[in-house]
């Protein structure tokens, strides 16, 4: 809801034949969703967080450097992401 200078609510309006936008799915999201389903599917879940950063290095094509190797090892393992200890 919007506030008009005399404190009223308004509502947006809507131009016909404009529909309104949707987050886009960027490459990121993608990976990350599955790069969990496919940890999944090994029987070995994944924290949304971890998914979320092996994504965005996987899909930049950039090294992780981490002190939590053997939280993304399956990663490195099965998603070609690159560790640096």
């Known amino acids: 809801m ?5 404190g009223r609510s308004q ?6 034949g404009v529909r309104p936008s949707r987050p886009r799915l ?9 790069i969990q ?3 999944q599917l090994r029987d070995r879940p994944r924290p949304t967080n971890d998914s979320w950063i092996a994504a965005c290095c996987v899909v930049r094509e ?3 450097a ?4 053997k939280d993304f090892a399956d990663f490195a ?5 690159q560790l640096v200890h």
Not at 2 to 6: A, E, F, I, P, V
Not at 11 to 16: F, G, I, N, S, T
Not at 26 to 34: C, G, I
């Open 66 to 69: 981490t002190f939590n190797i």
């Open 62 to 64: 950039l090294p992780l």
């Open 11 to 16: 509502q947006p309006q809507l131009v016909e």
């Open 2 to 6: 919007l506030r008009s200078s005399q």
């Open 26 to 34: 960027t490459p990121s999201r993608v990976t990350s969703s599955e």
């Open 77 to 81: 393992e099965h998603e070609s992401l």
């Open 37 to 39: 389903a496919y940890a």
